[in-house]
């Protein structure tokens, strides 16, 4: 292989104009799924963002079933689902695996079905199901920059209210902390992350995505604030490095994304047993 030949193909290749849309969207939702992962995954949420990821599939078949463009219909769906699946958490008495579960299957089950009359969409599916970074428009790049000052300004003029929920909840409503209306705002921002992060990651991984680079830093840091900023920042970075390996291997985007993810989970684990062991 000749490497100068390779290389300029592979600057040639960032220089063009959708590749670099598919960066910046990959690394602002790898920051936002970091930023709200880390919460999700002390919070025990890490199946109801997985439960949220596989719903959206509902969404998009029932926006093709009327007609619609399924990227309009998705985050609405996602928003309604999220608020939906909240409502049953707290009003039934069942276990919140269990529930989520019967929400996710059941909600998998009915899109496959819907979807087997909506013929025209059977060749989309991959896409839908492992995402499409390249197919980034710039009218996402704004959207997702603008969730992405509403994630951070909510986190940020909120911390230690969220910080409070997080860590002890019971402290919280005896303090007087709205709680319910901090997780309704919470799940609501968290299932417009995922919503987006879908076109880029797909339906399968977007789990993934949230969960894996807070599990990371969470082995890394030792305080609750470095917890969150690194678990933005390894979102924001897995995004970056998947994304050059894609176009380095010519491999798909969002596996290589999440591969990458795993890759620094797996540097994560190991950094702790080599420093006990030096001591």
């Known amino acids: 292989m000749n490497i100068e030949a390779e290389t300029a193909r592979i600057i040639s290749l960032f220089q063009l104009p959708f590749m670099q849309r598919a960066v910046i969207s990959g690394v602002m939702t790898g920051l936002m799924g970091g930023m709200l992962g880390s919460f999700t995954i002390l919070r025990q ?12 599939l509902l969404g998009v078949s029932i926006g093709l079933l009327l007609g619609l463009n399924p990227s ?14 909240t409502y049953l958490l707290e009003k039934t008495r069942l276990w919140t695996d269990a529930l989520l579960n019967i929400v996710y299957s059941s909600s998998l089950a009915i899109a496959i079905i819907i979807l087997s009359f909506v013929g025209q969409y ?30 951070c300004g909510f986190i940020g003029g909120t911390w230690r209210t969220q910080m409070l929920i997080t860590l002890h909840e019971t402290l919280a409503k005896i303090r007087g902390v709205s709680v319910s209306f901090h997780r309704c705002t919470f799940i609501i921002l968290l299932s417009l992350v995922v ?21 990371a830093a969470r082995l890394l840091s030792r305080t609750f604030s470095s917890y969150i900023i690194l678990s933005a920042g390894l979102g924001g970075f897995s995004a970056m490095v998947g994304m050059v390996i894609s176009a380095v291997f010519n491999l798909p985007s969002g596996p290589s994304i999440v591969t990458t993810q795993f890759g620094i989970f797996l540097i994560a684990v190991t950094i702790p047993r080599l420093h006990a062991l030096n001591h």
């Not at 919503?195 to 599990?215: E, T």
Request: proline share 4%; charged share 10%.
């Open 122 to 151: 059977k060749g989309g599916i991959n896409q839908l199901l492992f995402g499409d970074i390249l197919a980034v428009r710039p009218l996402d790049l704004i959207f997702s920059s603008i969730l992405l000052m509403i994630c």
């Open 195 to 215: 919503g987006i992060s879908i076109k880029s990651i797909g339906v399968l991984l977007v789990s993934a995505f949230v969960v894996i680079p807070a599990c």
């Open 72 to 85: 309009v219909v998705l985050l609405p769906f996602a928003v309604l689902f999220a608020l939906g699946v």
């Open 45 to 56: 949420l890490s199946f109801f963002s997985d439960a949220l990821g596989h719903s959206a």
